[in-house]
């Protein structure tokens, strides 16, 4: 297995999706977006009617899903049977519906052989709520990245914003909330720093300063 493995784990709004990016980017290393697998799941339930509940069908999705990650320059593109769903996976209601499927312990099982596989040379960045403790645990470099949910609300906010969305803050800062609750709480998998992750709260910093305080703990660990 590649040696060269950077987990990123926190919850949403943290920064992980742009620092991530850009560490793929600088080391020239893959990208493991791991919230769009349980987003993919979550947006099938959808499109096919299928009970967030349901878990043999949803496992099921799960293990056959045929699904393909390409570099888009600025961050990678899912392609669901051939066909870009990108756009479709990033919504509230599908983010709160992964929440919901990724308590499945059978869902989970059913994608950590296909998370594992990105482990390939030269290196990888793995993004997520499990990537040090659960699908990673042997990683050399793992960080935990945080920031207060008001912040995150904050970015979220302005990211809807600027794409023209209508928003309510208040609603972002429920919605965080709600998923953060699940994603901290549940019992399969909860969204806690490995116990030898490097924490940091970026409620304060620029994403180039998380960047830079990623690579020199890396750099304390294995060659970036
Ligand atoms: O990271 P992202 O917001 O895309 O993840 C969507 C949801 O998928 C999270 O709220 C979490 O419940 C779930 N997830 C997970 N484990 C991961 C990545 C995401 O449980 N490794």
Sequence with gaps: MVQNIITIDGP???GKGTVCQLLATKLGWHLLDSGALYRIIAYL?????IS????????DLALHLDVRFISNGSGVDALFNGVNI???L???KVASAA???AILQPVRDALLARQKEFAKSPGLIADGR???TVVFPDAPVKIFLDATAKERAQRRFKQLQVKGFDVKIANILSEIKARDHRDRHRTVAPLVPATNALVIDSTALSIGEVVNQVLDFARLKIEV
């Design 12 to 14: 949403s709004g943290s």
């Design 45 to 49: 339930a959808f499109e096919k009617n």
């Design 52 to 59: 967030l509940e349901d878990i043999d069908t949803l496992t």
């Design 86 to 88: 990108s756009d479709k």
């Design 90 to 92: 990033r919504t509230e």
């Design 99 to 101: 929440s919901q499927i």
């Design 130 to 132: 499990d990537m040090g």
